[in-house]
């Protein structure tokens, strides 16, 4: 089982940003999904995840409103796009595949994850 983090980058503050996950050798689309980020020094956080059926979306407050994360089950993709960055918002993306078709907000409760995307956001 594989994912495949794309999208990361160098942005200024107040750009955007659209991160793409793709899995592979197995369908995900029984399963909710998830977005973490991690960065320097601090713990891997929750940033956004969606239901299997694509309908409801969940966010973390630091990104509500900025972040919207959405899902292509026939392409085995699940996206987040960025708006309105901040440089708050630099770290490592993770994307994760969650343990069932339950939204949940931690770490543990996700099993396959992608090898992360850098998003770094310049002042």
């Known amino acids: 089982v594989q994912l495949v983090e794309s999208g990361g980058g160098l942005v200024q503050a107040g750009g955007s940003l659209r991160l793409s996950c793709a899995g592979s050798e197995r369908t995900f689309s029984g399963n909710a999904m998830g977005w973490f980020r991690q960065a320097p020094g601090k713990e891997r956080e929750f940033v956004a995840a969606i239901s299997r059926s694509a309908v409801n979306g969940y966010y973390a407050d630091s990104v509500k409103g900025r972040f919207t994360i959405s899902r292509d089950n026939a392409e085995n993709t699940v996206y987040l796009q960025m708006n309105s960055l901040k440089p708050e918002d630099t770290a490592v993306y993770y994307c994760?595949?969650?343990?069932?078709?339950?939204?949940?907000?931690?770490?543990?409760?996700?099993?396959?994850w992608g090898q992360g995307t850098q998003v770094t956001v310049s002042s």
């Open positions: 994760a595949v969650g343990l069932s078709y339950y939204v949940r907000f931690t770490p543990g409760e996700y099993s396959y």
